[in-house]
């Protein structure tokens, strides 16, 4: 895993179909139907794991395109999968689900299906075949069903495979392919074999190195049969007409070996971004004599099709929609940023997000307005259009949620995309916008976009734009504390929260209501007493918003033979590293920097002096990704300051950096967790 | 449909009772927000306004149910409650829905139809089958708050032997202005009831051989979620409802008595007991080589375990119907009942004589209502009757221990179903004295507070269940779960095993060694050692307002804690805790520390009885947790010597 560990991305491989050559497909794995292996019954731990609940033993999988008269080109996929189940816990891999599409006139079909498990009793291999009563199909919505299997037969020990068939009249949806899952793989291959006259992008994500990775043609040919009339009045005779034509079939094989597990860490964006797996996707097809249709093959071709479609170009020229807001806008103000905050302001007004990601328009935007409701797109083409009309430099930039996976730059393509967010530029300065969720500063986009980069929908001049927070993330604690004789602590708290933090305080303000919402926060502050909540500035966005507790406690300070302590930020401190693993196998991505930050004064009683305090520390990351800061100083005869500031500039780490980062936490942990102690006089 | 609320097929029934009401919103408006009491809105995201319930039975398998609901929404985080699901099946169809969005001064701002229900599979995730779907109405909403959603909507039909309750209170922060429920049926099918947490009915008329009667909540302030409470279905006002009569596919019976339950189900269970006869005689041999029928018991229970597995399957006359023993036989797997079924069939392949039981599962579930014989289950388990003891079975969980129930089907009443009806009966209680923890923890300090620990950990009876999953899992999971588990903030571990001892009484032994950084908090000179930091008791915040629940306490259990702390030469102890005994109705805790010469050694035994108490006593009752709360977090400090 090391060596992979230092690429951060995903591999990539782009366009295999261009060059043609014939080369001879190596390393093979037999798996025969019905022909399960005497190793694979009598295993009893999976190889390279342990602890593995089941194992996949071998995945295979295959796509191509068959010929038919009535049907034309159809594309079929089959797959035989084989796993051994280990323990009881693994007994859930043996019911699997079979999502089939239907676009309400076509629909994908499962033409075959056959399934055996295999169980070692007393050394001779008794058989269970999948019979219909085993099978299931659920109608999942409009669009999907699934057919459902499970398994007959069972057990700890048991291997079953499963060999089945779709045909399918989508010939651009290619299925993806999954090398990895939740339990180990020892083997997983797919193969394509695409006519010429289509042409696909693979995309590969994951550390997972292929052991074969092959690319060929083949010449193959299709018969079509024309019928005619040939028969006299009397008898009626159909004539058939035999016509071949040739064509070249590419071809590409990849499989891996020995997969790990995929296993799930705090601070990713997405498990699913590290995970093993191929897509594919149609860029252009072409047939004998006819002329190309390109999909996707450069940036501007994403860009074009996109201004081009329905739900995305063709809403941005509703002018007629935004007219009246954007002229009551400009008569308000002339100051381009503001007119770009009152049109934010104004698009969270009139169309709700509905907390669908989407780069497309649902039914368009008049019916999101009339609905007063509506996806991603809705809301954010909206924005981009009512500040077009105002006069901005607004465009809508494409991006990639963090739960959908990266989006590489060198491989252009139109479905890594699943959101779009407004950019509108004043004096050569971009501000990225995002009108979805209600309580982010103006100019800082929701966490979920925060993933690399983004492209800018405009033709001619399109560009990469930075998805980075525009402000650190985080909090300041500023408490004023009072400790009596009687080992009472009493004071004002002060958290102040900014970036992310802020928007989440205020939308819990907002959206429960400031009872609700206090009554939660009095219930976390266990060890308190709290005889005030209050809320400073919650509605204005562009500063920190501020939660003022009144509060007292008998907990926690504690009296031991003579000596009074306490814990240094009392019960507010970082108390557990966020890093409890000791390796690390995916980068860590913060989304935005971190600043975190607490400023504490006690006045100690009469009486009482200071025994000791924490020493200062000051730490860094390499290469000023990160700092963190601590002192504790007695300022005249009665009062400690505390000072405590934790900085991290970097969002991403990469697992060799894990190390680092995790010390750097448990340093924070062991100095938050440290007493000051004074004495009775 | 603006000014007139009532229900459309209601009409009907109304005017032959010759109570006609129209309810008539005048020019206010359709349920102003500003018209909700002020008490009902606090702590509440949504109010109820009004809902009404009628459950129309015209005949023994006809039944019709009509509901309105107005509901209010105060806060955007609330809009969820305004949320309707309609989930039909072969037995039941959605008659019709409809309703409205009005703003806060109840001016009607959007129409519902069916149309914007989205239709979909109400197969539960991990379901592999069940023809149940579902028509959701999701609110989307953008404007102010508060806002009123209305909706009526009629379900005809329903599986055989359920009829609906009534829980309109059925969430924490809602409360309720104004609920009923009429139930109307012929005289002869009128259905028993039950009514929870409610006073009387208010009203019975008959006219002709029709009977109505209806029940009328009105002004139930909020609920919010509280620690040590009881369920919220124990503490808000419900009405059951079961049939009297059922007649199914030719079973044409009373339904009034359990017995009569019972031979529902074993109609059910009628002829689905037949095992191939390779089967049975492979439990003749089972049973042949053991030597008492205890053992001949484990022998056909472990092997149900080894070759069978449980796959959920909602099927079968509304999911009330097993797979037969030799499809589950055949396949290898099945549901709750077609195991508990299978495994009865088993059991008669060996000579061995057992029931097939119905139980409401789940940890903190109210027992039945053993008063009202009705559907109350959801789930099955096997009585198998000894002449010394009753052996329970839990057929579903490949890796149980034998005669062990867990906190999900003990201490509780189910029905035995028997060949011929149906009796009532409890399942175990599993004692403080079983449900133990014992542990002893070594602990080594460093001069610069680090520590080397040893734990080892007896989990028995209910506790074992905290392991249990845990015990099955690979050791990187092992770990990843103990710190977090282990409130140790750094934490490296060094191994971990676990021993199962399998008895109807389970005990897992945890062994784990562990390096804990800076375990010890050093400041200057001084070293603070927290006494306890693996088995501390949670405070009760004293920041709500007032308690609403009476307090109810989980299962009974008995801790016993010992904790040795070594330290280096050079350190001597400056300040040490010193212990204490509190014994109240609520729980026992003593704590003990005895210093010896660089090591002390402190125990900790805190025992709590499952009670319940008046919710006047809850002051007393969160300042026993606090205060055994606060003794655990307590540090002894030890100085550097010379210092």
């Keep these: 895993m090391n060596n992979l560990s230092a690429q951060p991305f995903g591999r990539i491989i782009s366009l295999l179909f261009v060059t043609v050559s014939l080369t001879m497909f190596g390393q093979n794995k037999e798996m025969k139907f019905g022909k399960v292996n005497h190793d694979e019954l009598t295993m009893t731990q999976c190889p390279i794991d342990s602890a593995a609940e089941a194992v996949v033993l071998c995945d295979i999988g295959q796509s191509y395109f068959e010929y038919s008269d009535s049907k034309g080109f159809e594309l079929i996929f089959e797959r035989h999968l084989r796993i051994k189940i280990l323990k009881s816990d693994g007994y859930g891999w043996a019911t699997l689900s079979i999502p089939l599409y239907s676009d309400g006139h076509a629909a994908e079909q499962v033409t075959v299906l056959k399934g055996k498990t295999y169980n070692l009793v007393n050394g001779k291999v008794e058989e269970t075949k999948l019979d219909n009563g085993s099978v299931f199909e659920e109608n999942v919505n409009d669009y999907w069903k699934k057919k459902k299997i499970s398994l007959p037969g069972v057990k700890e020990g048991s291997v079953f495979e499963i ?9 651009q949806r290619i299925r993806d392919w999954r090398f990895q899952f939740s339990i180990p793989v020892l083997w997983s291959e797919y193969e394509l074999r695409i006519p010429e006259y289509y042409k696909f992008s693979r995309n590969a994500t994951g550390y997972v190195p292929f052991v074969v990775n092959e690319s060929g043609s083949a010449p193959q040919s299709i018969t079509l049969t024309t019928s005619q009339n040939a028969g006299t009045k009397y008898v009626q005779k159909t004539e058939f007409q035999n016509t071949t034509i040739s064509f070249i079939e590419y071809r590409q094989r990849l499989a891996a070996a020995n997969i790990p597990a995929m296993k799930e860490e705090p601070f990713t964006t997405s498990v699913e971004n590290y995970q093993a797996e191929i897509e594919y996707e149609l860029h252009s097809y ?41 002229e009551e806008i400009r008569n308000s103000t002339t100051d381009p940023i503001q007119q770009a905050r009152l049109a934010l302001e104004a698009t969270r007004s009139v169309i709700k997000w509905d907390g669908a990601f989407t780069k497309y328009s649902d039914e368009g935007l008049s019916a999101a307005l009339s609905k007063g409701a509506g996806n991603s797109a809705d809301v954010n083409l909206y924005l981009v259009l009512l500040m077009d009309e ?18 590489q730059e060198h491989h252009p393509e139109i479905n890594g995309f699943n959101y779009v967010i407004a950019c509108v530029t004043v004096n050569g300065k971009d501000y990225l916008l995002d009108a979805t969720e209600k309580f982010t500063p103006f100019g800082l986009i929701s966490y979920r976009c925060l993933n690399g980069k983004g492209l800018t929908v405009v033709k001619p001049g399109f560009r990469w734009v930075d998805l980075s927070a525009s402000e650190p993330n985080g909090d300041l604690y500023y408490a004023e504390m009072n400790l009596d004789s009687s080992g009472r602590m009493s004071g004002i708290l002060t958290v102040s929260s900014a970036g992310y933090n802020g928007a989440m305080v205020r939308g819990r303000f907002f959206t429960e209501g400031e009872k609700e919402y206090s009554r939660w926060l009095r219930e976390q502050r266990k060890n308190w007493e709290i005889t005030g909540i209050e809320f400073e500035s919650p509605d204005s966005l562009e500063t920190p918003v501020k939660i003022v507790y009144t509060l007292a406690s008998d907990e926690v300070a504690e009296n031991q033979g003579g000596l009074v302590f306490f814990n240094v930020l009392l019960t507010f401190g970082q108390s557990s590293n966020p890093f409890k693993k000791e390796k690390r196998d995916y980068p860590v991505d913060f989304g935005a920097p971190i600043k975190d930050a607490y400023s504490f004064t006690y006045e100690i009683p009469e009486g009482y002096q200071v025994e000791s305090l924490p020493g200062p520390i000051a730490i860094a990351l390499p290469e000023k990704a990160g700092t963190f800061r601590f002192s504790a100083s007695i300022i005249g005869n009665n009062k400690i300051v505390v000072n405590s500031l934790l900085d991290i500039k970097k969002t991403l780490f990469v697992p060799s950096e894990y190390d680092k980062l995790r010390e750097l936490f448990a340093r924070i942990v062991e100095k938050h967790s440290e007493q000051i102690v004074l004495k009775k006089l | 449909m603006n000014r007139y609320h009532v229900l459309r097929f209601l009409v009907s029934s109304w005017i032959l009772m010759g109570a006609l009401t129209v309810t008539s919103f005048a020019e206010e408006g359709f349920y102003p927000a500003s018209s909700i009491p002020h008490a009902l809105t606090i702590g509440a995201g949504a109010v109820v306004r009004l809902s009404e319930t009628m459950v129309e039975i015209s005949s023994v398998k006809s039944i019709r149910k009509g509901y309105h609901l107005v509901i209010t929404i105060l806060h955007e985080d609330a809009l969820d409650n305004a949320s309707v699901y309609l989930y039909y099946n072969e037995f039941r169809r959605i008659g019709g829905a409809s309703g409205g969005i009005f703003n806060a001064e109840g001016k009607e701002i959007q129409k519902i139809r069916l149309t914007d229900f989205t239709d979909r599979s109400a197969v539960p995730e991990g379901t592999l089958h069940s023809s149940d779907r579902v028509k959701i109405y999701t609110p989307v909403y953008n404007g102010t708050y508060p806002v009123t959603f209305e909706f009526e909507y009629d379900i005809i039909g329903g599986a055989p032997a359920h009829y609906p309750e009534w829980t309109p209170q059925d969430g924490y922060g809602v409360a309720i202005e104004s609920a009923s429920l009429t139930v109307s049926a012929p005289f002869n099918l009128f259905p028993r009831y039950y009514a929870v947490n409610i006073v009387s009915r208010d009203s019975e008329k008959i006219v002709g051989d029709t009977k109505m009667v209806t029940w009328h909540l009105d002004n139930l302030t909020a609920l919010h979620r509280e620690p040590y409470a009881p369920s919220l279905s124990e503490r808000t006002p419900g009405v059951f409802l079961a049939p009297v009569k059922l007649d199914y596919r ?64 909602q099927m079968g006359i509304g999911g009330w119907q097993p797979l037969d023993a030799t499809t589950v036989d055949e396949q290898g797997y099945g549901d709750c009942k077609a195991l508990v079924n299978y495994t009865k069939a088993l059991l008669q392949g060996a000579g061995i004589n057992s029931f097939y039981t119905l139980v409401n599962a789940g940890s903190r579930v109210p027992d039945i209502l053993c008063d009202f014989p009705s559907m109350q289950f959801n789930h099955a388990i096997l009585c198998v009757p000894l002449s010394g003891d009753t052996i329970w079975l839990e057929c579903t969980d490949p890796t149980i221990p034998f005669g062990f129930l867990g906190s999900f089907t003990d201490e509780r009443h189910v029905l035995i179903v028997t060949d011929t009806d149906g009796v009532i009966a409890r399942t175990p209680v599993y004692s403080c004295d079983m449900n133990r923890l014992n542990r002893k923890t070594v602990i080594s300090l460093s001069f610069s507070g680090d520590a080397e620990i040893e734990m080892t950990t007896y989990y028995s009876g209910l506790q074992s269940q905290i392991v249990y999953d845990l015990a099955r899992k690979g050791i990187e999971e092992q770990k990843k779960a103990l710190a977090s588990r282990i409130g140790i903030p750094d934490i490296t571990i060094k191994s971990v095993t676990y021993t199962c001892d399998s008895n109807a009484i389970p005990i897992i032994c945890e062994r784990i060694v562990l390096i804990a950084r800076s375990y010890a908090s050093v400041s200057g000179e001084r070293l603070f050692v927290p006494v306890n930091r693996m088995n501390r008791m949670n405070a009760l915040t004293v920041n709500t307002e007032e308690r609403q629940a009476p307090i109810l306490t989980g299962y009974p259990y008995l801790d016993m804690d010992s904790i040795l702390v070594k330290w280096p030469q050079g350190f001597h102890v400056e300040a040490l805790p010193s212990g204490d005994s509190i014994d109240t109705p609520f729980g026992k805790c003593t704590m003990r520390i005895v210093l010896d010469s660089l090591q002390w050694i402190y125990t900790r035994s805190f025992e709590q009885n499952k009670v319940r108490f008046n919710v006047e006593d809850y002051p007393e009752f969160r300042s026993f947790i606090n205060r055994v709360a606060k003794a655990d977090r307590q540090k002894a400090i030890l100085r550097k010597t010379g210092s």
């Excluded at chain 1, 105002?390 to 989006?407: C, K």
């Excluded at chain 2, 002829?271 to 022998?299: G, H, N």
């Design chain 1, 286 to 326: 072409k047939y004998p004599g006819g002329i190309e249709h390109n999909f996707t093959e450069s940036w501007e071709d994403v860009i074009t099709q996109l201004l081009n479609d329905e739900d995305f170009g063709a809403q941005l020229k509703r002018k007629n929609l935004v007219k009246k807001q954007a």
């Design chain 2, 250 to 313: 030719g079973f044409s019976e009373d339904f009034l008595t359990w017995n009569d339950v019972g031979k529902w189900i074993n109609y059910l269970l009628k002829d689905r007991d037949v095992l191939p006869e390779s089967v049975k005689y492979r439990m003749k041999q089972i049973s042949d080589q053991c030597p008492d029928t205890i053992s001949q018991i484990r022998a056909v229970f472990h092997y149900l375990q080894s070759s069978k597995r449980y796959v959920s399957i």
């Design chain 1, 163 to 171: 060999k089945y068939t779709v045909k399918s009249p989508f010939l």
């Design chain 1, 390 to 407: 105002i006069g901005l430099n607004a465009v809508p930039v494409i991006l990639s949620t963090r739960e959908n996976g990266f989006i």
